[in-house]
């Protein structure tokens, strides 16, 4: 069974300090892919990246990276000098099946504050 | 473009009533999800459409539930009734290939 797991529920930071949100996740198949999803305060979900399981380099846009670890089963993601914009609640996602046409199982969310 | 909408953004209804919640997908979007997050709970999976037809509709939690997607462009979600358990943020998203979905704002049901 698909399962993601974020462990952190709540997380608080000063400003321009780096932080790292946990995922970990559970799958059978060997073909899956696993996003990040951003939830600001209006609500709607906002992707930022997709991986699929056969590319485990680790990706940097700006001041976000993500490692892919598929000897942990984790995919983390890193804010570096985080800002009070990144305020917000972030989600690991997982799907499974060649397509990716699939539906998403979701983690439990982590809401993150940055204080200024 | 615009994207994905959702209508209501609030609803508040009374055990027993019915709701319907609308979601339009980005134009040419053939594949559109329904998922819903209960208080404090992860998002969960309710249902997929491919254009008209529902793809997988395992996540769909009983058969209060009614989704529907005439013509393949917008849907609904249709509760009735209502119970108390139902209340939560549904969400819908579309994709052009099903590879990357983009979700809507969410309608916050609230059931009395």
């Known amino acids: 069974a698909q399962k993601v797991t974020q462990a952190q529920t709540e997380i608080s930071v000063v400003e321009k300090e780096d932080v790292t949100l946990d995922c970990v996740y559970e799958?059978?198949?060997?073909?899956?892919?696993l996003f990040w999803y951003k939830q600001p305060p209006s609500g709607e979900l906002v992707f930022l990246i997709r991986?699929?399981?056969?590319?485990?380099q680790n990706e940097i846009s700006g001041r976000y990276s993500w490692n892919f670890q598929k000897s942990t089963s984790s995919f983390n993601f890193t804010i570096t000098a985080s800002q009070v914009v990144d305020s917000a609640v972030y989600f690991c996602?997982?799907?499974?099946?060649?397509?990716?046409?699939?539906?998403?199982?979701f983690g439990q969310g982590t809401r993150l504050t940055i204080n200024p | 473009e615009a994207g994905v909408t959702q209508f209501p953004s609030h609803s508040v209804i009374e055990k027993g009533q019915t709701v319907t919640l609308r979601c339009d997908p980005i134009?040419?979007?053939?594949?559109l999800y329904w998922y819903r997050r209960v208080m404090g709970k992860e998002i969960k999976f309710l249902l997929h459409?491919?254009?008209?037809?529902?793809?997988?509709e395992s996540g769909m939690p009983n058969n209060r539930f009614l989704a529907e997607r005439t013509g393949g462009t917008y849907s609904t979600l249709k509760v009735q009734p209502a119970e108390l358990e139902d209340s939560g943020v549904y969400f819908c998203?579309?994709?052009?290939?099903?590879?990357?979905?983009?979700f809507g704002p969410g309608t916050r049901l609230l059931v009395l």
């Open positions: 998203a579309s994709s052009p290939e099903g590879m990357d979905q983009y």
């Open positions: 799958t059978r198949d060997t073909t899956y892919y």
């Open positions: 991986r699929n399981s056969f590319d485990e």
């Open positions: 996602a997982l799907s499974e099946g060649i397509q990716g046409a699939q539906k998403l199982v």
């Open positions: 134009s040419g979007h053939d594949n």
């Open positions: 459409f491919v254009k008209e037809s529902k793809q997988d």
